[in-house]
């Protein structure tokens, strides 16, 4: 079911992405808007209807998510063309930081529910997606879209698929598929992993590295700018690659809490700057390279998740 909505959010950003320009950012978003509507409700609803409504609704909050990846990354890039990796950390601050408020809303919502009461637990906490849902919905109404960078500077749609083929920017996608697995692969299974392992709640891990990332993404651009961006991912990989090996010998709270510190901090700025290094050295891609970037990464993901599943 889950692979369903992961495999959902690339296919959007492959479609939407090209068609920022045609149908409008704006209207693209609403599209998203009524898709997380639809969405959510079914979930909720499946039960009565059973799994193919169920694995059709994670699909369809898979596409809107996607489709909200495709509009929100060539969005930033046009409105700030000289910052483009620091403000793109700072815009992907907020998926750490949905996650931590989603986190913390279900470990409150859960007391309220006994065990007699899981069925309603669960579509109470699917239930806030809405909120947020219907938040952004009404904070595009009326609001004016700009033409992405690339349109605005009279670069053609013929032109901007040939820049797909170009050497660095393949090698680039190459460097994506890891940076992706590394990012959201343990994500998938930290929770049941860390449960097990350490004894206590896997989501209070979850929670707790979202949080350094939301703090640190914030201080993005400062980084990338002493560094380089890719001086900063190559940073990036040491830490995530320790902090993963540590959490893997890690079997008390206090020393997972540590490699979960390293590994938050190595998985970082893997994301928003990998977008960042697409859009300021392949402008003439436009909204393309970046959909086609985040939609490599997410099938990655998408491919990584079962196999650690397996694993487990």
Not at 120 to 130: F, G, I, Y
Not at 186 to 214: A, C, E, H, K, N
């Amino acid at each position: 079911i889950n692979t369903a909505g992961i495999w959902g959010f690339p296919i959007a950003i492959l479609v939407a992405g090209p068609l920022c320009d045609v149908l409008g950012m704006g209207r693209l978003l609403g599209l998203a808007c009524l898709g997380h509507i639809t969405g959510v409700v079914f979930t909720i609803l499946s039960p009565a209807f059973g799994f193919p409504i169920l694995l059709l609704s994670t699909l369809v909050i898979g596409f809107s998510n996607g489709t909200v990846e495709a509009v929100i990354n060539p969005l930033c890039a046009t409105m700030y063309p000289e910052e483009k990796t620091g403000k793109l950390n700072v815009l992907h601050a907020w998926w750490p930081g949905g996650l931590i408020i989603g986190g913390l809303l279900c470990l409150a919502i859960s007391p309220f529910f006994g065990p007699a009461a899981l069925s309603l637990s669960w579509k109470a906490k699917m239930a806030t997606v809405l909120i947020a849902a219907v938040v952004y919905g009404a904070m595009i109404i009326g609001q004016r879209f700009p033409p992405t960078e690339r349109a605005a500077s009279g670069v053609s749609a013929g032109e901007m698929f040939k820049e797909a083929l170009r050497p660095g920017y393949l090698l680039l996608l190459f460097c994506m598929v890891f940076t992706a697995i590394t990012e959201l692969g343990p994500d998938q299974w930290i929770g049941s992993v860390m449960t097990d392992t350490v004894g206590m709640r896997g989501i209070t891990f979850l929670v707790y590295t979202s949080g350094l990332m939301f703090v640190l993404r914030f201080f993005g651009g400062a980084l990338a700018h002493a560094l380089s961006p890719f001086g900063l991912l190559a940073c990036c990989s040491v830490f995530a690659a320790g902090g993963l090996f540590w959490l893997s010998h890690s079997f008390t709270p206090l020393m997972a809490f540590a490699a979960a510190t390293a590994f938050g901090i190595g998985k970082t700025y893997f994301w928003p700057t990998m977008l960042g290094v697409t859009s300021e050295r392949y402008p003439r891609g436009g909204s393309l390279l970046l959909a086609m970037t985040g939609a490599t990464g997410m099938i990655a993901a998408g491919l990584a998740g079962p196999s650690m599943g397996r694993i487990y």
